[in-house]
């Protein structure tokens, strides 16, 4: 699926490069044009010097920057690079940060961001290197632009990524790095990873780091402890998504709020965006700085159709949302669900998130054994003059699993799969705020699948609601709303 709509709004590749154009003003990329049977004109993507010279091209064409692209050195996509600096143009701006210095951290042979920021937006641009080679080329092309007021390329021997090379005279705007994606020491997941679309370009210092990419960025997290607000505010490119919910994770445990992220789409890649703070909230607050997240398109229109929902009062036996949270999980396990508990990348919401899978309707059959019961206790006084308990079952009729479980499909597909959610939010699906948000939680459940469907959704919701026994609390929230309206 081509992700070209979620790019950034004014990236200005959303509209795809005219290569008949280009071709025409550019004899050197027109030798990388072939025009097949149909008169229709091709450009070979899988090419790794057809890649370097779309690059060279594009950024004459479109930035007035004239850079040379060494061997075997990374080729910079461009609507990739755009995304990234669009999302910090609309950090700045949502920070109010002025007077603009940022930082970065490993900028290649090309030095492409510093380069188009300094172009675009004239901020002033610090860029680091551990390849000799790579600095040589990248200090070349920031002279050949006539960029050397405005960048400096710094050598780093790479034992520190950030504390080098800040000091304690400046403040610095932001920082922003796309680090290389692959473990040292498993460098063949280069071959098996690389994208399948295009050519792969770029070295093994590149593509590989010690630790791979979350270790990378972990190390910026640490330092950018010691340095605190230095630098504004940190941001870094990921490039696998079970590395952005590791960071988040990472962020939080030490209890840095201030933080946001963001996709970064294009044809039909996506990678993804970080950015944390330890400036206070009150000066700037990135978790509502602007943000692209696909699956909030995805699911707009489906959200409300799938998702049931409560709320929970924090009263009696459930005084805080652990209490709640513990005796959720007693009961989940008594009815033999499977649940995996997930994280969730949602800067609004401060709970619990977990998938729920079962194979069948256990607590509307926990429901039916009570009445069961009660009908048998009954039936026995009634019947207290009969002497043989094998005379008592002959003539109580006992409905037995399998008669209950006669209606399932003879299959394995799960009965019920769902993601339920439990804690404070500060948005509503439905647009609907709590009296007091203070002494009550809210538990979402959003259906996946299963071939009991929305119904088995909605028994599961009223059993939870029975055990927490919140009915009449329910109906009175009901009432106050609909007395407020």
Same mark, same amino acid.
């Given at each position: 699926?081509?992700?070209?709509?979620?790019?950034?709004?004014?990236?200005?590749?959303?509209?795809?490069?005219?290569?008949?154009?280009?071709?025409?003003?550019?004899?050197?990329?027109?030798?990388?044009?072939?025009?097949?049977?149909?008169?229709?004109?091709?450009?070979?993507?899988?090419?790794?010097?057809?890649?370097?010279?779309?690059?060279?091209?594009?950024?004459?064409?479109?930035?007035?920057?004239?850079?040379?692209?060494?061997?075997?050195?990374?080729?910079?996509?461009?609507?990739?690079?755009?995304?990234?600096?669009?999302?910090?143009?609309?950090?700045?701006?949502?920070?109010?940060?002025?007077?603009?210095?940022?930082?970065?951290?490993?900028?290649?042979?090309?030095?492409?961001?510093?380069?188009?920021?300094?172009?675009?937006?004239?901020?002033?641009?610090?860029?680091?290197?551990?390849?000799?080679?790579?600095?040589? @080329?990248?200090?070349?092309?920031?002279?050949?632009?006539?960029?050397?007021?405005?960048?400096?390329? !710094?050598?780093?021997?790479?034992?520190? !990524?950030?504390?080098?090379?800040?000091?304690?005279?400046?403040?610095?705007?932001?920082?922003?790095?796309?680090?290389?994606?692959?473990?040292?020491?498993?460098?063949?997941?280069?071959?098996?990873?690389?994208?399948?679309?295009?050519?792969?370009?770029?070295?093994?210092?590149?593509?590989?780091?010690?630790?791979?990419?979350?270790?990378?960025?972990?190390?910026?997290?640490?330092?950018?402890?010691?340095?605190?607000?230095?630098?504004? !505010?940190?941001?870094?490119?990921?490039?696998?998504?079970?590395?952005?919910?590791?960071?988040?994770?990472?962020?939080?445990?030490?209890?840095?709020?201030?933080?946001?992220?963001?996709?970064?789409?294009?044809?039909?890649?996506?990678?993804?965006?970080?950015?944390?703070?330890?400036? @206070?909230?009150?000066?700037?607050?990135?978790?509502?700085?602007?943000?692209?997240?696909?699956?909030?398109?995805?699911?707009?229109?489906?959200?409300?159709?799938?998702?049931?929902?409560?709320?929970?009062?924090?009263?009696?036996?459930?005084?805080?949302?652990?209490?709640?949270?513990?005796?959720?999980?007693?009961?989940?396990?008594?009815?033999?669900?499977?649940?995996?508990?997930?994280?969730?990348?949602?800067?609004?919401?401060?709970?619990?998130?977990?998938?729920?899978?079962?194979?069948?309707?256990?607590? @509307?059959?926990?429901?039916?054994?009570?009445?069961?019961?009660?009908?048998?206790?009954?039936?026995?006084?009634?019947?207290?003059?009969?002497?043989?308990?094998?005379?008592?079952?002959?003539?109580?009729?006992?409905?037995?699993? @399998?008669?209950?479980?006669?209606?399932?499909?003879?299959?394995?597909?799960?009965?019920?799969?769902?993601?339920?959610?439990?804690?404070?939010?500060?948005?509503?699906?439905?647009?609907?705020?709590?009296?007091?948000?203070?002494?009550?939680?809210?538990?979402?459940?959003?259906?996946?699948?299963?071939?009991?469907?929305?119904?088995?959704?909605?028994?599961?919701?009223?059993?939870?609601?029975?055990?927490?026994?919140?009915?009449?609390?329910?109906?009175?929230?009901?009432?106050?709303?609909?007395?407020?309206?």
């Amino acid at each position: 699926m081509s992700l070209r709509k979620f790019m950034h709004p004014r990236n200005k590749y959303k509209i795809p490069p005219n290569f008949k154009d280009l071709a025409a003003l550019y004899p050197e990329f027109k030798q990388h044009i072939i025009t097949d049977l149909t008169g229709k004109l091709r450009f070979n993507f899988k090419n790794e010097e057809s890649l370097r010279v779309l690059a060279k091209t594009l950024l004459k064409h479109d930035f007035n920057l004239e850079v040379e692209i060494p061997l075997e050195k990374l080729v910079p996509a461009l609507p990739l690079r755009l995304n990234y600096i669009l999302w910090i143009e609309d950090l700045m701006k949502h920070a109010k940060i002025n007077n603009i210095t940022g930082i970065d951290i490993g900028t290649g042979a090309v030095c492409i961001y510093p380069l188009l920021c300094a172009r675009i937006n004239g901020w002033k641009m610090i860029a680091t290197e551990i390849d000799s080679s790579s600095v040589t @080329s990248a200090m070349e092309n920031v002279r050949n632009n006539c960029l050397d007021q405005l960048i400096n390329v !710094i050598s780093v021997n790479g034992e520190y !990524i950030l504390k080098d090379i800040v000091t304690d005279e400046c403040t610095y705007s932001f920082t922003m790095c796309n680090p290389p994606f692959f473990n040292l020491d498993k460098s063949d997941e280069i071959e098996k990873k690389s994208p399948p679309r295009n050519a792969q370009t770029g070295n093994k210092i590149e593509l590989t780091v010690d630790g791979g990419e979350y270790s990378f960025v972990n190390k910026i997290i640490d330092e950018s402890i010691e340095l605190g607000d230095k630098i504004q !505010i940190y941001t870094s490119m990921i490039g696998l998504k079970n590395n952005l919910s590791k960071c988040l994770c990472e962020l939080k445990q030490r209890n840095i709020e201030n933080l946001t992220w963001t996709e970064f789409c294009q044809g039909h890649t996506k990678r993804w965006g970080l950015a944390w703070s330890f400036v @206070s909230k009150n000066q700037f607050d990135l978790t509502t700085a602007p943000v692209i997240r696909t699956k909030t398109y995805s699911n707009k229109n489906n959200l409300k159709k799938n998702v049931t929902e409560f709320i929970v009062p924090l009263m009696g036996k459930f005084p805080t949302i652990d209490h709640a949270i513990a005796q959720l999980k007693l009961w989940i396990h008594e009815l033999k669900i499977d649940i995996k508990e997930l994280t969730l990348l949602n800067d609004e919401f401060d709970g619990w998130t977990f998938e729920l899978s079962c194979n069948e309707d256990t607590w @509307s059959h926990a429901r039916r054994k009570r009445r069961m019961l009660m009908q048998r206790d009954q039936s026995t006084i009634k019947k207290i003059c009969i002497e043989s308990d094998t005379e008592l079952k002959q003539e109580i009729p006992c409905r037995t699993s @399998s008669s209950v479980d006669s209606h399932l499909p003879n299959n394995k597909k799960p009965y019920l799969v769902l993601n339920l959610a439990i804690g404070k939010l500060n948005i509503d699906v439905n647009n609907s705020k709590s009296t007091d948000a203070n002494e009550e939680i809210k538990i979402y459940m959003i259906y996946q699948s299963g071939y009991g469907g929305k119904n088995a959704l909605e028994t599961f919701k009223q059993y939870l609601i029975n055990k927490f026994d919140i009915r009449e609390y329910i109906q009175q929230h009901k009432k106050q709303n609909a007395i407020k309206l």
